[in-house]
């Protein structure tokens, strides 16, 4: 078993890093180099199509940069090819070539958002019709505010070296037809949409909460977050209220 268990890592090293490690001696080398490029090739696919934004606004050299630099020094924690997505993501943060693209990481985000919403698992809940104002709110269980410094859904191909901040929150949410979907909103949208994730309540209630928070004047708060509100219930993001 232990000779079995290194030819093994040798193999896996060899393939990892073929111009570091020595392959396993009893295997042609041809072959080897057939199996090498399958799999490289297997996970360098799922990588691109997770990410295929972030790929096309890099240079070529620098993304098969960074895609060598994950086949070959990142240890996943999961076995599933699902999650390859997530993996790259957390990977990307200790990679020199984020730091000559500041908007990278929330781009990368963002896309990785979208595949999660589409795997996520959970129940649809009940709701009726009322005033979500007046009445405890039941929100989508497929919904995700994100804030970026960036506007990340909207950077064109040919991003300048230091592009402006621009502050951005968006919401993504899966529809009932499990179509994954964003929404744009504002901060203070978006952190009504949190605060009702965590402890839902009447919107008056929330808005007030929201105002002292962020201290603003309870009225404008109120208003500016109408129109925001009124999209969430077009959307599906709202769902209705609380049954009695």
């Not at 240890?75 to 200790?94: A, G, K, M, V, W």
């Not at 990278?104 to 698992?121: G, N, Q």
Request: net charge negative; charged share 20%; hydrophobic share 45%.
């Amino acid at each position: 078993m232990a000779d079995f268990r290194q030819v093994q890592k040798q193999l896996t090293d060899w393939i990892r890093q073929p111009e570091v490690h020595a392959p396993p001696g009893d295997v042609p080398l041809h072959r080897l180099r057939i199996y090498r490029e399958l799999f490289f090739n297997n996970i360098a696919g799922f990588v691109e199509n997770s990410f295929p934004e972030v790929k096309k606004r890099l240079p070529d050299e620098v993304w098969n940069r960074l895609v060598q630099g994950f086949f070959a020094g990142h240890h996943c924690r999961s076995p599933y090819f699902r999650d390859i997505s997530q993996e790259f993501l957390e990977y990307l943060p200790h990679c020199p070539e984020t730091g000559l693209y500041p908007w990278l990481l929330e781009l990368a985000h963002f896309e990785w958002a979208e595949i999660a919403a589409d795997v996520a698992e959970g129940e649809w809940p009940v709701a009726a019709a009322g005033d979500v104002w007046t009445q405890t709110p039941v929100i989508s269980p497929f919904v995700w505010p994100l804030v970026y410094a960036w506007p990340v859904h909207a950077l064109g191909e040919e991003i300048p070296s230091n592009p402006p901040l621009v502050p951005t929150a968006l919401i993504i949410y899966r529809t009932q037809n499990h179509e994954v979907r964003y929404l744009q909103t504002t901060l203070p949208g978006a952190a009504l949409i949190e605060q009702l994730q965590n402890d839902p309540a009447p919107l008056t209630v929330m808005a007030n909460q929201l105002a002292d928070s962020l201290g603003l004047d309870q009225k404008v708060l109120s208003g500016l977050l109408g129109p925001a509100v009124d999209a969430y219930l077009e959307h599906g993001i709202l769902l209705g209220v609380k049954p009695c």
